[in-house]
């Protein structure tokens, strides 16, 4: 395995005796809003014409899909 240097080690926030690195750029997750006006409201500033409203985490939240 290849030595990782010790300033990305600090980037990433970890002691320099560890041995891997974990991905510094992390993939983000999905946008999620708590009621569906604001989901309406965010596709509508952000230009999104043809989406859909999904209900996620346990049906409290709303994600946009994108058609």
């Known amino acids: ?24 750029n992390k993939k983000k997750g999905a946008k999620t809003f708590k009621t569906e006006e604001r989901a309406n409201e965010w596709a509508k500033d952000n230009k999104i014409e043809k989406f859909s409203l999904k209900k996620v985490k346990k049906d409290k939240k709303f994600q946009i899909v994108k058609k």
């Open 1 to 24: 395995m290849k030595k990782t240097h010790t300033r990305a080690k600090r980037k990433a926030r970890l002691s320099t005796h560890r041995g891997k690195i974990p991905s510094l």
